[in-house]
């Protein structure tokens, strides 16, 4: 009996190893190899790949690797970029890389500052809890729909605030107005020579037609935002809630009626 028990154990050894050498040589086998020559073959392709565009791309050669492009403009440089090899964050470019960081002549520089910082106080005065903001950060203005765009002393005060921040300028503005309309008011806004493109390039400017779009433009500038300059306190609301500080100045402040309201606040 004992023998026979042995004799039936090794006959299911041998047949479970005859169907293991079977399923191996049939199908485990291939599959392996198969795998072996794609994995063989994907540098080449990428080598290929390579090749062609750097081929078709004539005298600019391009190059295809697994790393991510750097963020510097390459095909074209915008007007306020100093140079096309300019580095871009988060889709603008950066401060020290525009005209604005650097627009005044020698003698003038002093001046300018001195103007400057009596605006800033004049902006940190309605928060008395905001710090100095650094030179360079993104801040928002937000216009009145009724603002008196064609003002030398708001278009000083934009100037002054480009020079020393990424300025974005909100012009609100109602439902009906086309794209012709704001081209008009960014040309009413810049004058002949106050606010040149240089120092605040146009798709710095952009108009908004609902409290909705305001707060979505801000947001999708992100938490690089230093402040927001607006003149409603619904905005404060709805912006505070998604942790942007908003400083509110009054919408009613002038004393001359073809003057800013912003510029009636803010110049000494």
């Known amino acids: 009996m004992v023998n026979d028990q042995n004799i039936s154990l090794a006959a299911s050894i041998c047949l479970f190893g005859f169907i293991t050498i079977v399923v191996y040589h049939i199908f485990l086998k291939p599959s392996l190899s ?7 073959q994907t540098p080449a392709a990428d080598n290929t790949a390579t090749a062609a565009q750097s081929t078709s791309a004539g005298s600019s050669t391009v190059a ?15 007007p ?19 005209y604005a960081s ?5 003698d003038t520089v002093t001046e300018t500052r001195k ?22 950060k993104i801040v928002v203005i937000s216009l009145l729909r009724e603002e008196k765009l064609d003002c030398s002393k708001l278009r000083r005060i934009l100037y ?27 040309q009413c806004l ?18 908004a037609q609902s409290l909705t779009g305001k707060i979505a433009l801000v947001r999708q ?21 998604f942790g942007f500080k908003v400083l509110v100045y009054q919408s009613d402040v002038t004393k001359d009626d073809s003057a800013s309201r912003l510029a009636a606040q803010l110049m000494v």
Do not use: W
Request: charged fraction near 30%; charge should be positive.
């Open 115 to 136: 103007e400057r910082a009596k605006v800033l106080s004049k902006i940190l005065a309605l928060d008395s809890s905001a710090p100095p903001p650094p030179r360079g």
């Open 221 to 241: 500038l992100g938490q690089r935002v230093e402040f927001v300059l607006d003149y409603d306190n619904e905005t404060k609301k709805e912006l505070e809630r």
């Open 102 to 106: 650097d627009p005044e002549p020698a």
């Open 34 to 40: 198969n795998t072996s020559r794609r994995i063989e």
């Open 160 to 186: 002054l605030m480009a020079t020393y921040f990424t300025l974005i300028v909100v012009l609100n503005v109602d439902a009906n107005t086309t794209k012709k309309n704001v081209d008009c008011m960014i």
């Open 64 to 78: 295809v690797t697994n790393e991510l492009p750097p963020f510097v403009i390459q095909s074209r440089k915008p």
């Open 80 to 98: 306020h970029a100093t140079s096309s090899k300019a580095h871009v964050v988060d889709g603008l470019v950066s401060f020290r890389h525009t």
């Open 190 to 207: 810049r004058g002949k020579e106050g606010l040149p493109e240089k120092v605040l390039p146009d798709h710095r400017i952009v108009a």
